[in-house]
């Protein structure tokens, strides 16, 4: 398969090439009638995308109640995110149950607030049925607006320092924003692999070369950093028959890039939400995460 490009702009022409009609049209219902209840969710919304990370790629109808949820939890997260004072945030939803492996969130990506007072998301989203992805700039809407298994929003405030460093980076061009983004995905790609990348592995790549920015110019670089700060990976169980049934189902599973006495031993090492957000405070780059539910 031919690599996608990233795409970080254009929102009208994204929007109505991935969006289906119905569900355009509902979401300019609903538009309607939450703008005639609250004024506050301007802002909100930049472009919902056929594209997801968390959760699987069904197609489904979609719903006026979940939208509605939806839009709720991103107003709500928006009030939280300015009420703590903070400019960056690692901003985490629960797009899928993972409840088994020990995992709470699903997907995390970078929200930033600009200077018209609105939040953005920048984060890595895989092309539903393929094992492919590109990066992502969406408002708080589309973020929470994604069949969540759980209305349940939790965002890691970083310490100052970082949030500068991150701030300075997103400020940046898309192609120095994405340098790091490696298009061939797997939701379990190994943590200190090259191979693939999954969306919570960009976003903390991303957070190390936003630290080193004069000196961090590749993956091997952003990971050698995360080593140095002690991240530590979640080590996820899983068995023969399911990282089998994992990678004959889905296009975007793969355990080929774990080393092999440590895939043989079913231990699939990963980056995820919940690791992110132990380690962020043990490394003193920023605070306990703060949860908000419906």
């Not at 088994?100 to 930033?112: E, T």
Request: overall charge positive.
């Amino acid at each position: 398969m031919s690599r996608m490009s990233t795409n970080f702009g254009s929102y009208e022409i994204e929007y109505r090439r991935r969006v289906s009609r119905p569900r355009r049209l509902l979401r300019s219902v609903l538009q309607l009638f939450a703008a005639a209840a609250a004024v506050v969710l301007a802002g909100l919304f930049l472009f919902p995308l056929n594209a997801h990370a968390g959760r699987s790629c069904e197609q489904q109808k979609p719903h006026a109640a979940a939208v509605m949820k939806g839009m709720q939890l991103a107003e709500r997260t928006a009030q939280g995110l300015d009420a703590s004072g903070a400019r960056v945030v690692l901003l985490a939803r629960a797009g899928q149950d993972l409840g088994k492996y020990g995992v709470r969130y699903s997907h995390m990506g970078i929200a930033y607030k600009t200077e018209t007072g609105t939040w953005r998301v920048v984060h890595k989203l895989n092309h539903c049925g393929t094992a492919m992805a590109a990066v992502y700039r969406q408002g708080l809407g589309e973020f929470f607006l994604d069949d969540l298994w759980r209305y349940e929003a939790a965002w890691a405030v970083p310490a100052p320092a970082v949030q500068a460093q991150l701030l300075a980076a997103l400020g940046e061009s898309p192609s120095r924003i994405t340098r790091l983004h490696a298009a061939p995905y797997s939701v379990v790609s190994y943590a200190w692999g090259h191979k693939y990348q999954q969306s919570n592995q960009w976003a903390i790549e991303t957070l190390a070369a936003a630290m080193e920015p004069g000196t961090i110019r590749t993956r091997e670089q952003a990971q050698a950093w995360l080593q140095f700060k002690g991240y530590e990976p979640t080590a996820l169980k899983l068995g023969p028959l399911t990282r089998l049934g994992g990678r004959v189902g889905s296009a975007n599973v793969a355990f080929d890039d774990h080393p092999n006495e440590k895939r043989f031993s079913d231990r699939i090492e990963t980056v995820t939400v919940d690791s992110v957000f132990d380690w962020l405070p043990r490394a003193g780059l920023g605070a306990a995460p703060v949860m908000l539910r419906l």
